[in-house]
Nanobody
Framework: QVQLVESGGGLVQAGGSLRLSCAAS????????MGWFRQAPGKERDFVTA????????YYADSVKGRFTISRDNAKNTVYLQMTSLKPEDTAVYYC????????????????WGQGTQVTVSS
């Protein structure tokens, strides 16, 4: 079982930066692919980025490519999302998720989810 806790959300002006963290419990963290998703009010949960177990492969939604960076530290059981050049349309609740297989862009493949952290970007 993996439990995930996100942190680092908040209010930031457009063009600013935030770094989200997702701390995982459990000794099997390093065997999981990890993903970040986001959900704005009234919208579906959308894929943002994912990383494989070792950190050697990363994947990004087109909307965040070049602005967001995912990374992980398996020694600390933590995955990070560095967000730069934030836009008002990035406003959403951000969730991290764990998948025992390869990185996926579909939420249904992820078995474990955090509670989410709010990111609000003002114009």
């Amino acid at each position: 079982q993996v439990q995930l806790v996100e942190s680092g959300g908040g209010l930031v002006q457009a063009g600013g930066s935030l770094r989200l963290s997702c701390a995982a419990s459990g000794r099997t963290f390093s065997s999981y692919a990890m993903g970040w998703f986001r959900q704005a009010p009234g919208k579906e949960r959308d894929f943002v980025t994912a990383i494989n177990w070792s950190g050697s492969s990363t994947y990004y939604a087109d909307s965040v490519k070049g602005r967001f960076t995912i990374s992980r530290d398996n020694a600390k059981n933590t995955v990070y999302l560095q967000m730069t050049s934030l836009k008002p349309e990035d406003t959403a609740v951000y969730y991290c998720a764990a998948n025992p297989g390869v990185p996926r862009t579909t939420p249904a493949f992820y078995e474990h989810w955090g509670q989410g952290t709010q990111v609000t970007v003002s114009s």
